[in-house]
Every structure is written in C-alpha cells, then in structure tokens.
C-alpha cells in the first residue's frame, strides 16, 4: 500500500527498518500477523527482524492473542537464529526469551532459556560465557528454578557476584509481603552477594529487601565522613 511505498523509499535503513516495524506493529494490532511478519522480514538485518516480531508479539499479547503471540515468537527465534554474530545472537535471543517471560509465555521462555544456555556453553571464551550467562539469569528467575544453577554455573567471580545480584533483585519482585520460604532465599542469596562483591553490587535489592539495613549503612557513613573531617580539622 502507500505507507509501505513511501516507507520502502526512505534512504536511511535505520529509519527504513523503523518505518517498517511501525507498520508491523499497526498490522499485528490488527490481527494480520501474515503481513505483519512480511513486513517485519523487510529489515535489513536479522536482529532487527527479531526484535520488530518481538514488539509485534507483546501487541498480540495485550489483544488476548495467545496464538499469534506464540506464532509471532517462533518467528522471532527464526530470525535470531540467522544473526551470524554470536554474541548478538546470544543477546538478541535472551532479549526475546526475556519478553517472552514478561508476556507469562512460559513454554516459549523455558525453551528459548535452553537454546541460550547450550549457546553459552559451547563459547569457548570464558569471559563472554559468563556475560552470557550473567545475562539469562534474571529471565530464568521469571520461569523456574533453574536460575541460582545458572548462576552457580559462572566461573568468574566478578560475573557470578553480578549474576547473584540480578538473580536477587528478579527475586525481590516475586516476594510478597509476608513471604516465608521465598523470602529466605533471598535473604541467603542477598547475604552470599554482599560476601562475594562490594555492596554497591547489590544496593538496589537490599534496599527493596531492607530499607533499614541500608539506612543503617547511610548512618555509618556520615558518621565515618564526620571523624575524617574532625581529623583533618586537628
């Protein structure tokens, strides 16, 4: 049609690519998914394609469209798995199960979790294997319990402290108030991650977990910075 027309004219690609994935994201509102992902596939680079069917997928979710969120899904893998970039495939495919997650399509976010962690684990490079990892654990937090092995499963310190500190803050999320046996998880994790790192790692959840633990270190601070300053001032 014209919008297609006149999109398809644009010289730029990014806002080609742009244009088109608006106009995907318009069909998909309108339940066309054949020509939402046709317009999808006219990005110029698989990544692109991957994540235009992922934000036309989370409009066929907010419709009640199960179906064509799952269809949308597959088609999304599809293309992320012809990025020829490892790292960007890895990413781009944690991204789609992490929206997945988001959209409590569990199945599709359990299988795309398997997909990534077999990837990482093939990288012979121990470094972008943890990032990889490091990566998948908060998306893993959201499906099943598989997401402390995963962190157990990092062999750097520095990524598994971060990984900890993600795996804790997903966590947080899910604690309800009164929360018994989640709660003490996340107490052992949070209380593990404050061990392993500096406690700026894992400032964000201890303060969701515990404003008062982290009032306390505010306290002792102030009062650390107020003896130096008497110190100086002798």
Same mark, same amino acid.
């Given at each position: 049609?014209?919008?297609?027309?006149?999109?398809?004219?644009?010289?730029?690609?990014?806002?080609?690519?742009?244009? #088109? &994935? /608006?106009?995907?994201? =318009? +069909?998909?509102? %309108? *339940? @066309?998914? $054949?020509?939402?992902?046709? !317009?999808?596939?006219?990005?110029?680079?698989?990544?692109?394609?991957?994540?235009? #069917? &992922? /934000?036309?997928?989370? =409009? +066929?979710?907010? %419709? *009640? @469209?199960? $179906?064509?969120?799952?269809? !949308?899904?597959?088609?999304?893998?599809?293309?992320?798995?012809?990025?020829?970039?490892?790292?960007?495939?890895?990413?781009?495919?944690?991204?789609?199960?992490?929206?997945?997650?988001?959209?409590?399509?569990?199945?599709?976010?359990?299988?795309?979790?398997?997909?990534?962690?077999?990837?990482?684990?093939?990288?012979?490079?121990?470094?972008?294997?943890?990032?990889?990892?490091?990566?998948?654990?908060?998306?893993?937090?959201?499906?099943?319990?598989?997401?402390?092995?995963?962190?157990?499963?990092?062999?750097?310190?520095?990524?598994?402290?971060?990984?900890?500190?993600?795996?804790?803050?997903?966590?947080?999320?899910?604690?309800?108030?009164?929360?018994?046996?989640?709660?003490?998880?996340?107490?052992?994790?949070?209380?593990?991650?404050?061990?392993?790192?500096?406690?700026?790692?894992?400032?964000?959840?201890?303060?969701?977990?515990?404003?008062?633990?982290?009032?306390?270190?505010?306290?002792?601070?102030?009062?650390?910075?107020?003896?130096?300053?008497?110190?100086?001032?002798?």
């Amino acid at each position: 049609d014209r919008a297609e027309s006149l999109v398809q004219a644009i010289a730029i690609s990014f806002w080609r690519d742009q244009g #088109l &994935t /608006d106009l995907g994201v =318009v +069909a998909a509102q %309108a *339940g @066309d998914y $054949d020509r939402a992902e046709t !317009l999808a596939r006219g990005n110029s680079n698989p990544e692109g394609q991957s994540h235009a #069917l &992922t /934000d036309m997928m989370t =409009v +066929a979710v907010r %419709a *009640g @469209d199960r $179906d064509g969120a799952r269809r !949308l899904i597959r088609s999304a893998e599809v293309s992320a798995r012809a990025i020829t970039d490892s790292d960007r495939q890895v990413e781009t495919l944690t991204d789609l199960a992490g929206a997945a997650a988001r959209a409590d399509e569990r199945g599709s976010a359990r299988r795309l979790i398997d997909l990534v962690e077999g990837l990482a684990h093939a990288m012979t490079d121990q470094d972008r294997q943890a990032q990889a990892l490091a990566g998948l654990v908060a998306v893993a937090a959201r499906t099943d319990d598989r997401a402390e092995g995963l962190v157990r499963a990092i062999a750097d310190p520095y990524w598994q402290a971060q990984a900890l500190a993600l795996l804790v803050s997903a966590y947080v999320d899910q604690v309800p108030p009164h929360g018994d046996r989640k709660r003490g998880i996340v107490r052992r994790l949070l209380a593990e991650s404050l061990s392993a790192a500096p406690w700026q790692v894992s400032l964000s959840p201890l303060a969701r977990l515990s404003p008062s633990a982290v009032l306390a270190l505010a306290d002792e601070f102030e009062a650390t910075a107020l003896r130096q300053r008497m110190l100086i001032g002798r």
